[in-house]
Structures are given as C-alpha cells and as structure tokens.
Nanobody
Framework: QVQLLESGGGLVQAGGSLRLSCVAS????????MGWFRQAPGKEREFVAV??????HYADSVKGRFTISRDNAKNTVYLQMNSLKPEDTAVYYC???????????????WGQGTQVTVSS
C-alpha cells in the first residue's frame, strides 16, 4: 500500500511563491507517474501537473508559473508555485498512478491534501 504525505501549503500574498512536497512510502516510487491536483471550495477536483519517465505536463492555467519535479532517491515529488494568484487557492493533492495521465480516476493512491490560500 502506497502512502502519500503532502506538506508546504500555507497562506501567501498574490505574486508570491510556495513549494509543495509529497513524500511517498510503501511502494516503488520510481515506477509511478506522480500528479498534483487541486480542489477549490464548491468546485470539482482538477488536474494541475504530472511527471513521469515520459516527461511533464501542466494544466494551461498554471503553465509557466508552476514546476513539477521529483527526486526518486528521496521518494519525493515537488510542486514549485510562482506568481501565485487568488484563483490558485485550493486544497492541493498529490497522487500516484501507473499511467502518465491527467485523469484523476486513473490515480490509485492519494495524499490527504494541503491547503494553499492566496490573498489578494
């Protein structure tokens, strides 16, 4: 059973930066595609970014501002978020999939989420 634990969320002013981390345990981390998703109040969960051996892919809304990376030696995936906007406010989740995909249903394992709040 893979367990994922996110950290790094918080309150930041618009234009600021945060770096989220997600540490995995209980599985072979390098085999997974790792994704970040977010869910704002009253909205559906949405794809943010994914990274695997195939490369990286971003939602249009974060392209050029967010960067996903991973350190397989540390079983950790990161999401560097720059130029944050109030509309980035959400709970951010990391997830692990056996496929390189943007579809949340194809992610087998999920973290508990970390809150990111961007004030205007």
């Amino acid at each position: 059973q893979v367990q994922l634990l996110e950290s790094g969320g918080g309150l930041v002013q618009a234009g600021g930066s945060l770096r989220l981390s997600c540490v995995a345990s209980g599985g072979t981390f390098s085999r997974f595609a790792m994704g970040w998703f977010r869910q704002a109040p009253g909205k559906e969960r949405e794809f943010v970014a994914v990274i695997s051996w195939s490369g990286t892919h971003y939602a249009d809304s974060v392209k050029g501002r967010f960067t996903i990376s991973r350190d397989n030696a540390k079983n950790t995936v990161y999401l560097q978020m720059n130029s944050l906007k109030p509309e980035d406010t959400a709970v951010y989740y990391c997830a692990a999939s056996y496929q390189y995909t943007v579809t949340s249903d194809r992610y087998a394992y999920w973290g508990q989420g970390t809150q990111v709040t961007v004030s205007s």
